[in-house]
């Protein structure tokens, strides 16, 4: 038996191949497959591309595949790339979305509770096998935590320090450098054609204003983190035990793990309690567990 997972988002799809040794016999990387943002056909030719490339001679018959697919059950995308997935004779097929990868890959199947911070943000508590979701409501309605809120957040301190209503801040060079615009009031029309990925691409901005000693930098990491330790807090509630929690974060901010941490940390109630790591296997190879990949952590 072969095992085929599929973790598809937002920028990019990364399709693995591994053996019953839990060995990767191929793996492609491919662009985007959130049926939200490029449309369910774009979506679907693109697995199929990635499936044909990753597959390569073994017959599809031998295979076990999951696909972990950023807006993968939103309305009736489940059915839709279940249905469609089911046309290559897998010997067994799962869907669902890329969060649930990430899950797999940082608990597999041991109680704990796993945030995740990337475009948006979302945390997750595993217990006894049973799942229960806290916040990962979209960009509309999260308080902070994740690449939207910061950019946002980046934004609005520019203008207010533009319009003499805020504190100066090197965020506006910064961005104004990168928006290679005179103001920011003048880019506004940009922000809002752009949508919340553009916003969420000037996350970076507000750590390399950090890095710099930037006092505004500094008040939105730690209003955002504050968000990400009180998620934490509800999620410990959900736990009965009182042993430190497997605690793992993940998503694109936590490639800044090294500011984000000890803010976290600052506003947990009870610290000592989290067993706090940073996601390390990629979210694909949660997505060959969900696949039945055999695994010394399941």
């Not at 040794?21 to 591309?49: C, F, Y």
């Not at 920011?184 to 950090?210: H, N």
């Not at 999620?235 to 793990?257: E, F, N, Q, S």
């Amino acid at each position: 038996m072969y095992y085929l997972g599929i973790d598809g988002g937002g920028t990019k799809t990364v399709f693995a191949l591994a053996d019953e040794t839990a060995t990767i016999l191929r793996q492609v990387t491919l662009g985007p497959t959130n049926p939200v943002d490029v449309g369910m056909e774009a979506a679907l030719s693109t697995l199929g591309k990635g499936i044909a490339q990753v597959l390569g001679d073994i017959a599809s018959r031998e295979i076990s595949v999951f696909a972990g697919i950023a807006g993968g059950i939103t309305g009736d995308h489940r059915e839709r790339i279940r249905t469609y997935l089911d046309t290559y004779g897998f010997a067994r097929v799962d869907n669902g979305s890329d969060a649930q990868n990430i899950l797999s890959a940082g608990l597999a199947k041991t109680d704990g509770i796993c945030t995740i911070m990337g475009t948006g943000s979302v945390t997750f508590v595993q217990c006894q096998e049973e799942r229960f979701r806290l916040g990962g409501y979209g960009y509309l309605l999260d308080e902070g935590g994740n690449g939207y809120t910061l950019g946002r957040d980046a934004i609005l301190a520019c203008l207010k320090a533009e319009e003499g209503s805020g504190e100066v801040t090197v965020l506006r060079d910064l961005l104004l450098q990168h928006l290679q615009a005179p103001t920011v009031l003048e880019a506004l029309p940009t922000f809002y054609l752009g949508g919340k990925q553009q916003i969420a691409s000037y996350a970076p901005l507000v750590f390399r204003a950090y890095d710099m000693g930037d006092t505004v930098a500094e008040h939105i990491l730690r209003r955002n983190m504050k968000c990400v330790a009180q998620s934490l807090c509800a999620a410990k509630a959900k736990l009965p035990t009182t042993a430190p929690i497997r605690t793992v974060l993940a998503g694109g901010l936590i490639a800044r793990g090294d500011v984000l941490l000890p803010l976290i940390k600052e506003y947990l109630e009870d610290e000592p309690a989290y067993d706090i790591t940073i996601l390390q296997q990629p979210p694909v190879f949660g997505a060959l567990l969900l696949a039945g990949m055999p695994s010394e952590e399941r």
